[in-house]
């Protein structure tokens, strides 16, 4: 079974993440902060994380570049999904390594989209 982790401090958001990701079979973990996801990240191998990027702690481009830094996670694609929604917000978000952008708020149709487009990458 593919399995997601979702890192976003807000709890609606991560259950909303949950409720569409798990209507496709995708099994969910969630963390609310990208240290909380690093700890995770120390237990499983998700398919793919989802992560916002204003969080408490360690933000989502911190967490990015700790993935993709990591030999044991480099290879796991990161999709950045913020309101953040500046042309700028998305460049700064490929920099940091994210393999896709999804600004919230998001239509559950795009979103189920996004994510089988990256487990097939």
Known sequence: MVKILIVDDSSSLRETFSEILSSIKIEVLTATNGSEAV???????????ITDLIMPEMNGYELCRWVKNNPSTKEIPVLMCSTKSEEFDRYWGMK??????????????????????????
């Open 39 to 49: 700890k995770l990240l120390g237990k499983y191998t998700p398919d793919l994380v």
């Open 96 to 121: 940091q390594g994210a393999d896709a952008y999804l600004t919230k708020p998001f239509q559950a149709a795009e979103l189920i989209s996004t994510v089988k487009n990256m487990l097939k990458a």
